[in-house]
């Protein structure tokens, strides 16, 4: 079992930026993958970011250059660095770990792109 515990959402103007943390903790493999998806109201959950215990990344086109995801891998903890950020990217943000057969969830936090 992995819990993961987010934080770092909130309320920022266009153009600002907001970091998002997300720790995991439980049995987790020295080979998995985490990221960051999205949820906005009315829609579908996306996929933002994922990035994989050795370092590889894949980006959603909407926030190429705009998002840098990283991890470190000792305190197994995903980072999320939303820059340039749109009224667009308001959603719900969910944090994701997959090891194995199995995927794991945080309980997600908002993100507010007003003025």
């Known amino acids: 079992q992995v819990q993961l515990v987010e934080s770092g959402g909130g309320l920022v103007q266009p153009g600002g930026s907001l970091r998002l943390s997300c720790a995991a903790s439980?049995?987790?493999?020295?080979?998995?993958?985490m990221g960051w998806y999205r949820q906005a109201p009315g829609k579908e959950r996306d996929l933002v970011a994922v990035i994989t215990s050795g370092g590889s990344t894949v980006y959603a086109d909407s926030v190429k250059g705009r998002f840098t995801i990283s991890r470190d891998n000792a305190r197994n903890t995903v980072f999320l660095q939303m820059d340039s950020l749109k009224p667009e990217d308001t959603a719900v943000y969910y944090c994701n770990e997959h090891q194995g057969a199995f995927a794991y969830w945080g309980q997600g936090t908002q993100v507010t792109v007003s003025s």
């Open positions: 439980g049995t987790i493999f020295s080979i998995n993958i």
